[in-house]
């Protein structure tokens, strides 16, 4: 957890009670005051969730739950950077991908298989929609999606690099709209609504050759 994302709890708690230590029962504290956030968002929506109800859903008083947690953005921010830690260990095949569109297609599988087991897509909706009206949150979620960028876009460049492949665009302008599409199928849980996964990757993966345009030289080096 980022610091600043929280507020330390009471110095004056003992060290270790029950066998946890401090640090254990603080994060424990915070998972279920995220989780309870979590819940009140998809529910009530960012603007309809208080504070007040986020400290119902966990049974917790107002003052214990802003020692960890300021404001809804805070909690924002605490959910994202989970959220990135997850995304980082998805997106962790682009490092060994052998050609740029198994990889693309290999992450994003992995993300919108992850997304669709953990029944996040009604709270990354919720998120994206509020980053449209507060700053605070569209700056927490706008950094969030550049470091994923940040992932794609060396293995994309070393591709163009290697001849491999040869996009229309430049990568900047692949790289968006490569994460918008990534997005939409993630706010959409596909799987949910009863599409195969093997059929949402075929689907991508024709797409992706399509933006991509393997050329012979590199389907050649990948076969």
Do not use: W
Not at 54 to 80: D, H, N, Q, W
Not at 198 to 223: C, D, F, H, N, V
């Amino acid at each position: 957890m980022e610091q600043g994302v929280f507020f330390e709890a009471t110095q004056a708690e003992p060290l270790e009670v029950n066998g946890q230590t401090r640090a254990e029962r603080r994060d424990q504290q915070v998972q279920r005051i995220l989780e309870a956030a979590q819940a009140c968002f998809i529910r009530s929506g960012f603007q309809g969730a208080s504070m007040q109800q986020i400290c119902t859903e966990c049974g917790m008083s107002p003052g214990a739950l802003y020692r960890y947690f300021p404001s809804k953005e805070a909690i924002v921010a605490a959910i994202c950077e989970a959220d990135r830690q997850d995304d980082l260990t998805c997106f962790g095949v682009f490092r060994d991908a052998t050609s740029a569109v198994d990889g693309l297609v290999a992450g994003a599988m992995a993300h919108i298989t992850h997304t669709h087991k953990k029944g996040s897509a009604a709270l990354f909706a919720e998120m994206r929609s509020e980053s449209n009206r507060n700053d605070t949150i569209r700056n927490t979620v706008d950094g969030h999606k550049q470091e994923i960028a940040q992932l794609i876009a060396p293995l994309v460049q070393r591709a163009i690099d290697r001849g491999e492949i040869d996009p229309p665009i430049e990568i900047q302008t692949l790289l968006a709209v490569l994460m918008s599409v990534g997005e939409g199928i993630a706010i959409n849980d596909l799987p949910a609504r009863g599409i195969p996964l093997e059929q949402i990757e075929t689907a991508l993966r024709a797409m992706l050759a399509g933006m991509l345009r393997p050329t012979k030289e590199g389907a050649g080096a990948s076969a």
